[in-house]
Nanobody, 124 residues
Framework: QVQLAESGGGLVQAGGSLRLSCAAS????????MGWFRQAPGKEREFVSH????????NYAGSVKGRFFISRDNAKNTVYLQMNSLKPEDTAVYYC?????????????????WGQGTQVTVSS
C-alpha cells in the first residue's frame, strides 16, 4: 500500500514556473513507476509525464515536452514535476500516481495508487 500526497500547486501568471511535489508513504516506493496526470474542468484525466523506478527513463506528453521536467528522489520517497513556461491551458488539477506493473505508463488504468491532487491555475 502506498499513500501519495501532492503539494506545490497554486496560481501563477503565464510564463511562470511551479514545482509540484508528491510525497509517498508506505512500502517500496523505489519499486514503483511514478506518473503525473492532470484533469481540467469538463475534460478527461490526461497523461503528463512518468519516470521509471530508477529515474533513468522519463516520458512526456507532447503538450508539455521541453517545458516540464520530472524527477524523483528515492531516498526521500518523493517525485517532482518542475513546470516552466506555464500556459493558461496548463490549468488543471494535477495528480501523481504510482504503478508497480506498468506497460506504456501513459494510461491512468495502469496505476495502482493516486494522490488527491493539487490545483494549478495559470492566468493569462
Amino acid at each position: 500500500q502506498v499513500q501519495l500526497a501532492e503539494s506545490g500547486g497554486g496560481l501563477v501568471q503565464a510564463g511562470g514556473s511551479l514545482r509540484l511535489s508528491c510525497a509517498a508513504s508506505g512500502r517500496s516506493f523505489s519499486s514503483y513507476t511514478m506518473g503525473w496526470f492532470r484533469q481540467a474542468p469538463g475534460k478527461e484525466r490526461e497523461f503528463v509525464s512518468h519516470i521509471s523506478w530508477d529515474g533513468f527513463y522519463t516520458n512526456y506528453a507532447g503538450s508539455v515536452k521541453g517545458r516540464f521536467f520530472i524527477s524523483r528522489d528515492n531516498a526521500k520517497n518523493t517525485v517532482y514535476l518542475q513546470m516552466n513556461s506555464l500556459k493558461p491551458e496548463d490549468t488543471a488539477v494535477y495528480y501523481c500516481a504510482a504503478g508497480m506493473r506498468v506497460s506504456s505508463a501513459v494510461t491512468a488504468a495502469e496505476y495502482d495508487y493516486w494522490g488527491q491532487g493539487t490545483q494549478v491555475t495559470v492566468s493569462s
